[in-house]
């Protein structure tokens, strides 16, 4: 458990391209993800807008901005191609590790602590993104994944700025009711790579690294997992970005929020039934339901309630992180720049 809680935000849409983060990268292609975007512009292209990107979507002067503003932390998603060739086979990805090694010196030279989180999502909505192989069984690639994690932990254990490793992104657990079954990857065998990965980890990297394992979207299903004697440093990550609270109206009152925020502190002390800490990888300030009667200026007012009640809901967590730290298009609700900009620092902390 850290001394102090790590209050920090995502790096979302820098070493993998989103199209929300920045959608002048997808224009005109049709295409709304990686995969996609390959096919319509083909690998050379394709890979030239990537060096690009990255070369100036981040860089010192941002984690500059994110340590002034009173954060002390970032969450960084690491994709499973990240040693390029020299990892599995990583198709017409590019290899990013030595961004990697410069987003842990910015952060250890402005003093925040960074989580690295493996950006593969069997069962996902965008497991497209993440078969290396081309395939959609997870069995079929989860051995090489490990690999990765143990090829991270190792490269960067001894480094002051790494505090965790989230093993997994955004896993969707299969489910059963009767005869019908959901799309997702079957909780046993997510339970069988955590504790892999967990392996890998201390063999290169001791037990100070934290590790932090995704819950799935099923906080209620991991009680008493890997919290027995043996396990060291294990935390679970519930994920807010996306609120599936049940068929509500419209949020179109600060009443109707708080009930939305009551619901994500259901989840969480769910989530505290493992007996693990459970933090909070990814949150945002935008409001899950649309009301057409709400006016620009009302939404607004109504997203800084939202965000004021998570801050309060998230209080007692080892650790959270706003989604994101920054959008080309200054996205309301999710830029923290835009997002956090009213709040005074005393409040994050």
Known sequence: MAEQALHGVNLTGWLTLESWVTPELFVDTGALDEPSLIASLGRRKYQELVRRHRESFFDASDFKRIAARGF?????????????????????????????????????????KVVLMLAASPGSEEETNV????????????????????????????????????????????????????DGVQQHVLRNY?????????????????????DGGV?????????????????????????????????????????????????????????????????????????????????????????SEQLAAYRDCPAWFFETWKTNGRLTGWDARVSLATFERRMLD
């Not at 790494?162 to 005869?179: A, D, T």
Request: hydrophobic content about 40%; overall charge neutral; some cysteine.
């Open 131 to 182: 078969a290396i192989d081309g395939s959609l069984d997870f069995s079929e690639y989860r051995n090489a994944l490990v690999e990765v994690v143990a090829a991270i932990a190792r490269r960067y254990a001894m480094r002051d700025g790494l505090f965790g490793i989230e093993v997994l992104s955004n896993p969707r657990v299969q489910h059963r009711h009767l005869l019908q079954v959901t």
């Open 194 to 214: 955590y504790r892999d990965a967990y392996q890998a980890v201390r063999r290169t990297a001791g037990d100070d690294v934290v590790v932090i394992l995704p």
């Open 219 to 307: 906080p209620g299903s991991w009680r008493h997992f890997m919290a027995q004697s043996r396990y060291e440093n294990v935390w679970l990550d519930c994920s807010f970005t996306k609120l599936d609270l049940g068929h509500r109206p419209a949020a179109s009152s600060p009443a109707e929020i708080r009930r939305l925020a009551d619901d994500a502190r259901k989840q969480l002390d769910l989530a505290r039934r493992s007996g693990l800490p459970a933090m909070v990888g990814a949150w945002s300030g935008a409001l899950p339901y649309a009301d057409s009667l709400t006016t620009p200026e009302g939404r607004i007012a109504l997203e800084r309630v939202f965000i």
């Open 72 to 112: 002390n932390a970032v969450r960084l998603a690491v994709p499973w191609y990240v040693y390029g060739s020299k990892g599995p086979e990583c198709g017409p990805y590019l290899g990013c590790v030595d961004y990697v090694d410069l987003a842990l010196e910015w952060a250890e030279e402005v003093g925040l």
